[in-house]
C-alpha cells in the first residue's frame, strides 16, 4: 500500500495469515455466530446489526494486520462501532466514560506507535523489534508506558477498568456476551504482539496481572447486580492472561485461557441475557428460586461456574493447571500464591451467582410463572457447554494447534502423550479419568439426594417461610444473594478494597479538569480586545526568549 499521500515514504502496510491470527480469528467467528443466533428473539434496529458486522470486521482486520498502522485502524473501527453498539442502551454517563477512555487509549496507542516508527521508518511488526531498541532509554519508557495504557484500557485492568463495568451492565444483554468474550481478547492479542515483537515485561505484568485478580474478585463478591458481577468476573480472569503473559514460558497457558475465557463468558453472559429476557430482572436481590421453573438454564449456568472456577473435571481446570506450572516453573511462588488464593476466591461470587438466580428463596411470585427461556438462548449454551467438558476430558486436543502457535513464534512449545493427558515440567493429568471419576461420584451422591427427597414433604407456597419465630413483611430482603458478600468487611484488607474506588480518582481528575476549563473559558471569553491583548503578550514573550 502506498502512504506517500500521507507524507510517510517507503512504508509497507499488510496483512499476514499466521497461526496466533487464526486462533483469534476463530473465536470471533464462532463468538458472532453465537451471539448472532440468540439476537433472533430480539427487535433490534438494522443499524444495530449493521455496526455489529462492522464492529466484527475491524476483529479481523486487528488480528490479521502485520504491522502497527493497519492494527490502529482496525483498534479505532473497532472503538468508534462499539461506541454506536452501546449508545442503543448506555446511560449518557456512562456513554461518556467509554468515550473518554476510548479516545485516551487511541492517542496513547497512536503516540506510541510515532515513537517506534521514528527510527526505523517502519510500522512491521518484523521491525518493531530493531526500531525499540534504537531508541534512548527515557523514550523506551514512554513508549512502554504509553502502550501498555491503550492495552490495559482496552482489557479493563483495574485503575483502567473505569469504564468497563458500566458499559458491560448497561449494554444490550444479547451484546454483553460478545462484549466480554471477544472484545478484551482484542487486549491480550495487543499485548502478545507486544510482548513477542517488542519487549518483555515478564515481572511488571505479572504483579499488575495478579492485582488485578484479586481485586476484582473481591470487587465481583459484593455487587448486587448480576451483570456487573460477571464484568468483574471477567476483569479478574483477564488478570491471569496478563500475568502468565509476565512469564517467560507462559504463552500456552495465555492461549488456553484465552479459549477457555471465550467460551465460558459466553456461556454466562447468555445465560443471563436469557434469563433477564424471560423475568425482566437482572438484580440477585429480585431473583432465586428459578431451579424448578428453568432447569437446563440451572445446569448450563453450574457447568459455566465450574469452568469458571478452574476447577476439574471441566476445561477451566486445564488452563489454571497451565498458568500455575507456567509460574511455578518460573519460580514466581509469590505470585503463584496469590494467583491461587484469587482463584480460590472466585467460589464465593460463583456461589452467589448460582445461588442468587436459581437456588435460595424466590423474592416475588411473578417469577412463579415463567417458562424454560428460548431455544434461541440454549442452543448456543449447549455448544459452548460440551466445548468446557471436552476440553476437561481432552485438555491436550488443543495442544497440538497452539504448538503451532508457538513454534511460529519462536517459543518453547508444550508437551502431551495423548488427547487426554496434558504433561508440563513439573506433574501431568488425565482428564478423562479425571471426568469419569467426578462423573461417577455426581452420579452416586445425586441417587443418594433424590432418594431422600422422595422422603420429604413438598412446600406448598415457597413464600411461607414464617417458621424461626419472625414474620417477614413484604419489603423484608430474604434473600441472601442480597447481601452477601459484605460480611467479608470484618477482613481488614478485604475491607480496603470494598470501601475504596478509582472512581474517587476519576473524579476528582474530572474537577480538576473543569477548573482548568473554566479558567481557560474565561480567558478566550469572545472579547477580541481581550485576546489581542493576550496574543501580543505571548509573541512579545516569544520575541524576548528568541533574541536572548
Given at each position: 500500500?502506498?502512504?506517500?499521500?500521507?507524507?510517510?515514504?517507503?512504508?509497507?502496510?499488510?496483512?499476514?495469515e499466521?497461526?496466533?491470527?487464526?486462533?483469534?480469528?476463530?473465536?470471533?467467528?464462532?463468538?458472532?455466530?453465537?451471539?448472532?443466533?440468540?439476537?433472533?428473539?430480539?427487535?433490534?434496529?438494522?443499524?444495530?446489526?449493521?455496526?455489529?458486522?462492522?464492529?466484527?470486521?475491524?476483529?479481523?482486520?486487528?488480528?490479521?494486520?502485520?504491522?502497527?498502522?493497519?492494527?490502529?485502524?482496525?483498534?479505532?473501527?473497532?472503538?468508534?462501532?462499539?461506541?454506536?453498539?452501546?449508545?442503543?442502551?448506555?446511560?449518557?454517563?456512562?456513554?461518556?466514560?467509554?468515550?473518554?477512555?476510548?479516545?485516551?487509549?487511541?492517542?496513547?496507542?497512536?503516540?506510541?506507535?510515532?515513537?517506534?516508527?521514528?527510527?526505523?521508518?517502519?510500522?512491521?511488526?518484523?521491525?518493531?523489534?530493531?526500531?525499540f531498541?534504537?531508541?534512548?532509554?527515557?523514550?523506551?519508557?514512554?513508549?512502554?508506558?504509553?502502550?501498555?495504557?491503550?492495552?490495559?484500557?482496552?482489557?479493563?485492568?483495574?485503575?483502567?477498568?473505569?469504564?468497563?463495568?458500566?458499559?458491560?451492565?448497561?449494554s444490550?444483554?444479547?451484546?454483553?456476551?460478545?462484549?466480554?468474550?471477544?472484545?478484551?481478547?482484542?487486549?491480550?492479542?495487543a499485548?502478545?504482539?507486544?510482548?513477542t515483537?517488542?519487549?518483555?515485561?515478564?515481572?511488571?505484568l505479572?504483579?499488575?496481572?495478579?492485582?488485578?485478580?484479586?481485586?476484582?474478585?473481591?470487587?465481583?463478591i459484593?455487587?448486587?447486580?448480576?451483570?456487573?458481577?460477571?464484568?468483574?468476573?471477567?476483569?479478574?480472569?483477564l488478570?491471569?492472561?496478563?500475568?502468565?503473559l509476565?512469564?517467560s514460558?507462559?504463552?500456552?497457558?495465555?492461549?488456553?485461557?484465552?479459549?477457555?475465557?471465550?467460551?465460558?463468558?459466553?456461556?454466562?453472559?447468555?445465560?443471563?441475557?436469557?434469563i433477564?429476557?424471560?423475568?425482566s430482572?437482572?438484580?440477585?436481590?429480585?431473583?432465586?428460586?428459578?431451579?424448578?421453573?428453568?432447569?437446563?438454564?440451572?445446569?448450563?449456568?453450574?457447568?459455566?461456574?465450574i469452568?469458571?472456577?478452574?476447577?476439574?473435571?471441566?476445561?477451566?481446570f486445564?488452563?489454571?493447571?497451565?498458568?500455575?506450572?507456567?509460574?511455578?516453573?518460573?519460580?514466581?511462588?509469590?505470585?503463584?500464591?496469590?494467583?491461587?488464593?484469587?482463584?480460590?476466591?472466585?467460589?464465593?461470587?460463583?456461589?452467589?451467582?448460582?445461588?442468587?438466580?436459581?437456588?435460595?428463596?424466590?423474592?416475588?411470585?411473578?417469577?412463579?410463572?415463567?417458562k424454560?427461556?428460548?431455544?434461541?438462548?440454549?442452543?448456543?449454551?449447549?455448544?459452548?457447554?460440551?466445548?468446557?467438558?471436552?476440553?476437561?476430558?481432552?485438555?491436550?486436543?488443543?495442544?497440538?494447534?497452539?504448538?503451532?502457535?508457538?513454534?511460529?513464534?519462536?517459543?518453547?512449545?508444550?508437551?502431551f502423550?495423548?488427547?487426554?493427558?496434558?504433561?508440563?515440567?513439573?506433574?501431568?493429568?488425565?482428564?478423562?479419568?479425571?471426568?469419569?471419576?467426578f462423573?461417577?461420584?455426581?452420579?452416586?451422591?445425586?441417587?443418594?439426594?433424590?432418594?431422600?427427597?422422595?422422603?420429604?414433604?413438598?412446600?406448598?407456597?415457597?413464600?411461607?417461610?414464617?417458621?424461626?419465630?419472625?414474620?417477614p413483611?413484604e419489603?423484608?430482603?430474604?434473600?441472601?444473594?442480597?447481601?452477601?458478600?459484605?460480611?467479608?468487611?470484618?477482613?481488614?484488607?478485604?475491607?480496603?478494597?470494598?470501601?475504596?474506588?478509582?472512581?474517587?480518582?476519576?473524579?476528582?481528575l474530572?474537577?480538576?479538569?473543569?477548573a482548568?476549563?473554566?479558567?481557560?473559558?474565561k480567558?478566550?471569553?469572545?472579547?477580541?480586545?481581550?485576546?489581542?491583548?493576550?496574543?501580543?503578550?505571548?509573541?512579545?514573550?516569544?520575541?524576548?526568549?528568541?533574541?536572548k
Amino acid at each position: 500500500m502506498d502512504l506517500t499521500i500521507f507524507g510517510l515514504t517507503d512504508v509497507v502496510v499488510s496483512l499476514k495469515e499466521t497461526y496466533l491470527a487464526n486462533f483469534f480469528a476463530m473465536l470471533i467467528t464462532i463468538s458472532f455466530m453465537l451471539v448472532a443466533f440468540s439476537m433472533k428473539k430480539y427487535d433490534l434496529p438494522k443499524s444495530f446489526y449493521a455496526f455489529f458486522v462492522l464492529l466484527t470486521s475491524a476483529l479481523y482486520l486487528i488480528v490479521y494486520a502485520n504491522d502497527y498502522l493497519l492494527f490502529f485502524i482496525g483498534w479505532e473501527v473497532m472503538s468508534i462501532s462499539t461506541y454506536f453498539l452501546l449508545s442503543f442502551t448506555l446511560s449518557k454517563e456512562a456513554l461518556h466514560k467509554y468515550i473518554l477512555f476510548a479516545i485516551a487509549s487511541a492517542l496513547s496507542m497512536f503516540m506510541a506507535i510515532l515513537i517506534l516508527y521514528s527510527t526505523n521508518h517502519s510500522f512491521l511488526y518484523s521491525d518493531a523489534k530493531s526500531s525499540f531498541e534504537q531508541l534512548s532509554t527515557n523514550m523506551e519508557v514512554v513508549f512502554t508506558t504509553l502502550m501498555l495504557f491503550a492495552i490495559f484500557v482496552k482489557l479493563g485492568v483495574i485503575g483502567f477498568h473505569y469504564w468497563l463495568v458500566d458499559a458491560y451492565e448497561e449494554s444490550h444483554h444479547i451484546f454483553t456476551p460478545f462484549l466480554s468474550a471477544i472484545l478484551s481478547k482484542m487486549g491480550v492479542y495487543a499485548l502478545i504482539i507486544l510482548v513477542t515483537y517488542v519487549v518483555k515485561l515478564d515481572m511488571i505484568l505479572a504483579i499488575i496481572g495478579v492485582v488485578t485478580s484479586i481485586i476484582a474478585t473481591f470487587k465481583a463478591i459484593q455487587e448486587d447486580s448480576v451483570k456487573r458481577l460477571l464484568a468483574y468476573s471477567s476483569i479478574a480472569q483477564l488478570g491471569y492472561i496478563v500475568t502468565v503473559l509476565g512469564v517467560s514460558d507462559g504463552m500456552g497457558g495465555a492461549l488456553y485461557h484465552s479459549l477457555i475465557h471465550t467460551a465460558v463468558k459466553l456461556l454466562l453472559f447468555i445465560n443471563i441475557a436469557g434469563i433477564i429476557y424471560i423475568t425482566s430482572r437482572s438484580k440477585f436481590s429480585e431473583l432465586g428460586g428459578l431451579i424448578y421453573k428453568t432447569p437446563q438454564s440451572f445446569i448450563l449456568l453450574l457447568i459455566g461456574i465450574i469452568a469458571l472456577a478452574g476447577m476439574p473435571p471441566l476445561g477451566g481446570f486445564s488452563s489454571k493447571f497451565m498458568i500455575y506450572t507456567s509460574l511455578l516453573d518460573a519460580k514466581y511462588l509469590l505470585i503463584l500464591s496469590a494467583v491461587m488464593f484469587s482463584s480460590a476466591s472466585a467460589f464465593l461470587y460463583v456461589y452467589k451467582l448460582i445461588y442468587g438466580i436459581y437456588l435460595g428463596h424466590p423474592t416475588n411470585k411473578k417469577l412463579e410463572n415463567i417458562k424454560e427461556v428460548p431455544i434461541s438462548f440454549l442452543i448456543p449454551q449447549y455448544f459452548l457447554a460440551s466445548v468446557v467438558i471436552v476440553l476437561g476430558a481432552f485438555p491436550a486436543i488443543v495442544v497440538p494447534y497452539f504448538n503451532k502457535i508457538l513454534s511460529q513464534m519462536h517459543l518453547q512449545t508444550l508437551t502431551f502423550t495423548d488427547a487426554s493427558t496434558l504433561i508440563t515440567s513439573f506433574s501431568q493429568f488425565n482428564g478423562s479419568v479425571i471426568l469419569g471419576t467426578f462423573c461417577s461420584i455426581f452420579i452416586v451422591v445425586l441417587l443418594v439426594f433424590v432418594n431422600l427427597r422422595s422422603k420429604t414433604k413438598e412446600a406448598k407456597n415457597r413464600f411461607d417461610i414464617a417458621y424461626c419465630g419472625e414474620v417477614p413483611t413484604e419489603a423484608s430482603h430474604l434473600h441472601y444473594g442480597a447481601g452477601m458478600g459484605k460480611e467479608l468487611k470484618r477482613v481488614g484488607f478485604i475491607k480496603v478494597i470494598l470501601d475504596n474506588s478509582v472512581k474517587y480518582f476519576y473524579n476528582f481528575l474530572a474537577k480538576q479538569t473543569l477548573a482548568f476549563s473554566e479558567f481557560f473559558r474565561k480567558i478566550y471569553s469572545g472579547d477580541l480586545s481581550l485576546n489581542f491583548n493576550i496574543a501580543i503578550m505571548f509573541l512579545t514573550i516569544l520575541l524576548f526568549v528568541t533574541l536572548k
